[in-house]
């Protein structure tokens, strides 16, 4: 689940956001503190009940129903995949819990999505499998047949998600608590990325990183920007004269992405 984005989008249309939620610091510790306890499909039904007590009183909701609706087809993108996947992509024994996990993860983030926007008076968007084309209209005609490739979108989709977090951190960085918790939940969606790129390693001989913006047989925009090999504009190249390679630079970071460019990526997935 973006909580990223979704803070950030909902202070464009209501300033007031981290004040409503800063009214519940307490709630809010508690939810930072076992964010890295619980299991990740319950952390996000206490969100939902965080922005059901910040909003559910107010009068005119529709700007944050949009929003809400807007991460919600996301996360329907991602069940679907993962709900189609296990069941018939010819995943090998012993990989198939982990993909029932993550399947189980994006389940619960839609049906926090539906809650929280109709405990806000709106109706949640409801898509189903049909909704998608999980070949990218042709670009993967074996995603559910071949593992290789069922393994490379899944791939594709959990590194767009760890870089569409990391464009929106800016944004919560007046508030520390919702900052904090949104880490720990981003270090969980990060966790995921890593143990698909590790899977694809293994069947498929990838490195489990990716070096300059090599998409790897994905499309190119997922991984545009990754050739970066400076931050905070300080070069890392060969930086201290410890001989430090561009390609070693470019695979130390994940470069952010816009919400504009999240779209791109994934608007060949939508049927």
């Known amino acids: 689940m973006n909580l990223y984005n979704v803070i950030n989008e909902i202070e464009k249309v209501d300033p007031e956001v981290y004040e409503r939620l800063d009214g519940r610091r307490a709630a809010l510790k508690n939810f930072?503190?076992?964010?890295?306890?619980?299991?990740?499909?319950a952390v996000p039904f206490m969100l939902g009940s965080m922005f059901k007590k910040a909003y559910g009183q107010t009068g005119n909701n529709a700007d944050i129903i949009a929003i809400l609706n807007f991460a919600l087809t996301l996360e329907y993108l991602e069940s679907e995949f993962y709900k189609r996947g296990v069941s018939t992509a010819p995943i090998p024994a012993a990989d198939l819990a982990g993909f029932q996990t993550i399947r189980d993860h994006e389940i619960?983030?839609?049906?926090?999505?539906?809650?929280?926007?109709?405990?806000?008076?709106?109706?949640?968007?409801?898509?189903?499998?049909?909704?998608?084309?999980?070949t990218g209209h042709g670009a993967f005609p074996t995603v559910f047949t071949d593992y290789n490739v069922f393994l490379a979108v899944s791939n594709a989709f959990e590194d767009t998600g760890v870089r569409a977090y990391k464009g929106q951190a800016t944004g919560l960085m007046?508030?520390?608590?919702?900052?904090?918790?949104?880490?720990?939940?981003?270090?969980?969606?990060?966790?995921?990325?890593?143990?698909?790129?590790?899977?694809?390693?293994?069947?498929?001989?990838?490195k489990p990183w990716i070096t300059s913006n090599n998409a790897g047989g994905l499309p190119a925009?997922?991984?545009?920007?990754?050739?970066?090999?400076?931050?905070?504009g300080i070069?890392?190249?060969?930086?201290?004269?410890?001989?430090?390679?561009?390609?070693?630079?470019?695979?130390a970071f994940d470069e952010p992405l816009t919400k504009e460019q999240v779209m791109a990526i994934v608007q060949p997935f939508l049927a």
Do not use: C, M, W
């Open 32 to 41: 930072t503190g076992i964010a890295g306890k619980v299991a990740v499909a």
């Open 108 to 134: 619960a983030h839609v049906a926090d999505l539906r809650s929280t926007i109709t405990a806000l008076g709106g109706t949640p968007v409801t898509l189903t499998a049909a909704s998608f084309d999980f």
């Open 174 to 206: 007046s508030n520390n608590d919702v900052l904090t918790a949104a880490l720990q939940i981003h270090s969980v969606e990060a966790r995921h990325a890593a143990h698909i790129r590790r899977l694809r390693a293994a069947a498929a001989g990838i």
């Open 221 to 232: 925009a997922i991984y545009a920007g990754e050739e970066n090999t400076a931050q905070v």
């Open 235 to 251: 070069s890392i190249v060969n930086i201290n004269s410890t001989g430090i390679s561009a390609n070693a630079a470019s695979e």
